[in-house]
């Protein structure tokens, strides 16, 4: 079992036993996190739904955030995750929302972030947000690292 596995299969007995849902909005993961929770048997109970915004586009259709909202917010950090979350929450309705925007790499992003970077936030009776430098250039180590990150942070958030 990898440690995605088990940080999804963590958040997954939480969830059930608390009776929750959760929705993910996610980027530089590219769906990792999504499908590490959907791996987990019994998913439709505690999962609602996932979207991969990598692009302007798909946020637009998909989270349906306002450009008021955006002003002075931008991709790759806390503030810009924590507004994909509550977007993810409130268009799905679920307990609790998980995202995560950043630069998987192998380069940095047009806002000069490295290769490594990752901004993730949970929504729901709790919030909290945090930066990930991995300092590696590798595009899968990088996304895999962050999905992990992600569901770790989710599970000290259901901890709480």
């Known amino acids: 079992m990898t440690e995605l596995s088990k940080s999804a299969a963590k958040v997954a007995a939480l969830l059930v036993q608390r009776g929750e849902t959760v929705s993910v909005a996610e980027s530089s993961t590219g769906g990792l996190i999504s499908a590490a929770l959907l791996g987990v048997p019994g998913a439709s109970a505690y999962f609602v739904g996932g979207t991969v915004v990598y692009t302007k586009s798909a946020r ?3 989270l349906k955030i306002s450009l008021n909202q955006l002003r002075s917010v931008r991709s790759a950090t806390e503030t810009y995750a924590l507004l994909l979350a509550q977007s993810s929450r409130e268009r799905l309705t ?3 929302a998980l995202s995560e925007s ?3 790499g192998p380069t940095g992003n047009s806002y000069g972030d490295n290769p490594g970077h990752t901004c993730i936030a949970v929504s729901g009776p709790s919030t909290c947000t ?10 899968e180590s990088n996304m895999l690292l962050f999905a992990e990150q992600a569901l770790k942070l989710f599970e000290l958030a259901l901890t709480k």
């Open 94 to 96: 679920t307990t609790w």
């Open 102 to 104: 950043g630069a998987a």
């Open 130 to 139: 945090k930066t990930f430098e991995s300092g590696l250039q590798c595009r």
């Open 60 to 62: 637009d259709a998909f």
